[in-house]
Structure formats: C-alpha cells, structure tokens
C-alpha cells in the first residue's frame, strides 16, 4: 500500500487566538496526511519543534504563512510554499520596544489558545539574525504565494527582489473562505507535479 504524502503546515507564528486559517485550509486538502503546527514565538524552540515534526513525518511539502515563512525557509531540500510571507518581525519587534508601536502593549499573541510571548531584545535579535538567513537560503524549491490585493506590499516586493518570482492567486488574504479554496487548490497543484 501506498503512503499518503504528508504536508506540515506552519501557522503564522502570530496567529490570532482561534482564528485557524492554515487549518481550513488543511481541512480542504483530503487524501493526505496534514499536520498543522503552531509554533512557539521565539524562533529557537519554533525551529527545534518545526524540525521534530520533519523527522517525525518527513513530510512532501511545507506550507508556512507570514512570520512563519522565515522558519520554513530554514528547511533545505522540502519543497515549501510560503504564504504571503512577512520577513521583518525582528524589525517589528524592534520597533514595539522603541515605542513606535503598541506601546503599551509589548506582548504578542499566538496560537490557539492566546498564549502571549513578551518582545524582548533577545526575542528581536533572534528574529533579525533568522530572518538575514532566510535570503541565503536554498530557494530552489520554493514557491512564494501573495493574493493579487497584496501585490504592492513591501513584503511581495522584497521577495520577489530576493526570490525572482511569487504567483498572485485573487483575493484579499487568507482569511476569505473563497481565498482558502484557491491556496488548496494550489497546493494541490504543488504536490502532483
């Protein structure tokens, strides 16, 4: 018997409690083995629990969605398909302990049930220093994914600076149901090729 192919899919890492995009999507994809994964906020344990979950499942393609991005762009030789992908949250990060944003807020939620990281300095570097790899990294198998109301965000222009070329799918972002029926279709598309 054949074994299913298997897809990790990695939430943004800031996430919205229950919002759950990346599992709708997974839901959408049947005939696979679909592990969903939020990781932690501090990028050295997220890549410790990104790589366990490869070796447990050694999976045929990861998709990952906005911070997350940088943390799948560390797996060399897995096919990826990367979801609006934002590479700037150390500079974010930086910017929240300066007080130019939320300044009376420097927590950050993340995963399904709320739970909080603080921004601290540590948080930002380790941040900066993943996010400076993710552009010497092996891009080969790579598929960059922004919706066509994304086109002109400064994350589509980095990547596509970096990377060459991303594929512009309609709509908004990942939150419309119908948005969530294209990326499945597209991931589909990804895995049978």
């Given at each position: 018997?054949?074994?299913?192919?298997?897809?990790?899919?990695?939430?943004?890492?800031?996430?919205?409690?229950?919002?759950?995009?990346?599992?709708?999507?997974?839901?959408?994809?049947?005939?696979?083995?679909?592990?969903?994964?939020?990781?932690?906020?501090?990028?050295?344990?997220?890549?410790?629990?990104?790589?366990?979950?490869?070796?447990?499942?050694?999976?045929?393609?990861?998709?990952?969605h906005s911070a997350?991005?940088?943390?799948?762009?560390?797996?060399?030789?897995?096919?990826?398909?990367?979801?609006?992908?934002?590479?700037?949250?150390?500079?974010?990060?930086?910017?929240?302990?300066?007080?130019?944003?939320?300044?009376?807020?420097?927590?950050?939620?993340?995963?399904?049930?709320?739970?909080?990281?603080?921004?601290?300095?540590?948080?930002?570097?380790?941040?900066?220093e993943l996010e400076?790899?993710?552009?010497?990294?092996?891009?080969?198998?790579?598929?960059?994914?922004?919706?066509?109301?994304?086109?002109?965000?400064?994350?589509?222009?980095?990547?596509?600076?970096?990377?060459?070329?991303?594929?512009?799918?309609?709509?908004?972002?990942?939150y419309g149901s119908?948005?969530?029926?294209?990326?499945?279709?597209?991931?589909?598309?990804?895995?049978?090729?």
């Amino acid at each position: 018997m054949r074994k299913k192919k298997s897809i990790l899919f990695i939430n943004n890492i800031f996430e919205s409690a229950g919002c759950g995009a990346l599992e709708k999507v997974a839901k959408l994809l049947h005939g696979y083995e679909r592990i969903v994964l939020q990781p932690q906020a501090r990028p050295s344990r997220a890549m410790r629990e990104i790589k366990r979950a490869c070796s447990e499942h050694s999976p045929s393609l990861v998709v990952a969605h906005s911070a997350a991005a940088a943390l799948a762009m560390q797996l060399a030789g897995i096919e990826r398909v990367i979801i609006e992908p934002y590479f700037s949250t150390g500079n974010m990060m930086n910017n929240i302990l300066r007080g130019k944003m939320w300044t009376t807020f420097p927590l950050l939620s993340y995963g399904a049930k709320g739970k909080h990281i603080r921004v601290t300095a540590k948080c930002a570097t380790e941040f900066r220093e993943l996010e400076e790899k993710t552009f010497n990294s092996d891009n080969s198998c790579t598929h960059g994914v922004f919706f066509s109301d994304s086109i002109g965000t400064v994350g589509y222009k980095e990547y596509v600076k970096s990377f060459g070329c991303a594929f512009s799918i309609p709509g908004n972002n990942i939150y419309g149901s119908a948005e969530q029926l294209r990326i499945a279709e597209f991931i589909k598309g990804v895995l049978e090729c």
